[in-house]
């Protein structure tokens, strides 16, 4: 470890770098930082500063397990750029809220009008160099801005950042651990997410680039492609692993966070796999090269083919994510496609529905097949009209 690294306490560091006012950022993903190495909680740690130095806002990405020890009261103002489960109880709060964005949008918001005074992350070391570890996301932005990292060591998780090493000037190790990254195990498909993960395959083509969710689709999908792939995706998961071992992975995979267990960690250590969003989400980058395939679901889909990806009227289900920046960058694919997959019924209750309850999350001309386990509609050179036949056709 380079002696410019400053050795300090997290929630010294913490009344050292804000101010009455302040902004902090929590790094996301399933390297959100749990407990420092005494067993506190980095949330408790964060909040008991929040209400020493008052008015402190805080800023939350994606949180796919919950915070513990987050006390949102500690907090003037929470604002939450992916909601999901891991934080139902902190929006909850009155002065918690929402902003609804594409993951390729939070970059500049990150640098401009949400701007914060400090990042506290969790960071790997590899030959004296600082790195991030399971997710690369925003974070990097802000450190390439200037933004203080407060970085706690971790000498258990993997390092599978494609990036270079973190500014020196930026980052102070302010706390260490050995507790890795959260662990999410992958849920095996049920039948019909087979039968979805067939018909999809049949759209895409040897060589291509694929794009998955983190469900169970998206591993059906990876498990039964017969076809050699490359993947381009937000968030890899275990299935990736699989498809090394068959062969049927094309160079390294891109994404941004790791999603999975240990068996994803150790395959991913030390490959040159993470970068930011403004790299993974760029629709430009996207679009170009290789053909491009997005495969996506839906919670509703109207009758023309506008999506909703976050919930039910006000039951909250996750966030806009990168939905609308993929399917818009497969659409605009030379040979690639925008797919969007659903069962024709989950839990007794159609995906098809009159009206959207929430805000359309990605818009119907973004959008070029939807595939169920009993067919498709090609949405491809359709108009208004015919979208509409060929979506409620589907359903039917």
């Known amino acids: 470890m380079t002696t410019s690294f400053i050795q300090s306490g997290l929630a010294a560091a913490l009344r050292d770098q804000l101010r009455p006012g302040g902004t902090v950022a929590i790094g996301d993903g399933v390297g959100a930082l749990r407990c420092l190495d005494d067993g506190t909680p980095v949330s408790a740690v964060i909040s008991a500063a929040a209400r020493d130095i008052g008015s402190v806002r805080l800023i939350l990405g994606w949180v796919p397990t919950p915070l513990d020890g987050l006390d949102p009261n500690a907090f003037a103002e929470i604002v939450a750029l992916m909601p999901g489960w891991g934080l139902r109880s902190a929006l909850a709060c009155p002065t918690a809220r929402f902003v609804p964005t594409r993951l390729s949008a939070i970059p500049p918001l990150l640098t401009g009008v949400l701007r914060p005074d400090v990042l506290v992350t969790r960071v790997v070391e590899r030959d004296g160099r600082l790195l991030f570890s399971t997710e690369v996301s ?78 169970q689709l998206g591993t059906a999908l990876l498990r039964r492609t017969r076809v050699p792939l490359r993947i381009d995706t937000g968030m890899l998961t275990d299935a990736v692993v699989d498809l090394d071992k068959r062969g049927m992975l094309i160079d390294t995979p891109s994404a941004t966070y790791l999603f999975g267990t240990h068996e994803l960690w150790d395959w991913a250590d030390g490959k040159p796999i993470l970068r930011g969003v403004d790299y993974t989400h760029d629709l430009t980058r996207l679009s170009r090269g290789e053909p491009f395939v997005a495969v996506n679901t839906a919670i509703e889909i109207d009758p023309y083919g506008q999506v909703n990806v976050e919930g039910r009227g006000a039951k909250v289900v996750g966030g806009i994510g990168g939905h609308p920046d993929y399917c818009a960058a497969a659409r605009m694919s030379r040979g690639g496609l925008s797919i969007i997959a659903v069962p024709t019924a989950v839990n007794g209750r159609s995906p098809l529905v009159d009206t959207l309850s929430r805000p359309a999350s990605t818009p119907a001309h973004d959008i070029d097949l939807i595939v169920t386990e009993s067919g498709h509609a090609d949405l491809r050179g359709a108009d208004w009209e015919q979208r509409r036949r060929l979506i409620s056709a589907l359903f039917e």
């Open 138 to 215: 925003w974070q990097r932005g802000l450190a390439d801005a200037g933004v203080p990292v407060l970085a706690v060591l971790d000498g258990a998780a993997p390092c599978a950042d494609a990036g270079p090493p973190l500014d020196p000037a930026v980052v102070h190790v302010s706390g260490r651990n050995d507790e890795g990254p959260a662990q999410i195990p992958p849920k095996d498909p049920q039948p019909v997410h087979n039968a979805l993960a067939d018909a999809v395959l049949r759209f895409v083509p040897e060589g291509a680039r694929l794009q998955y969710g983190p469900g």
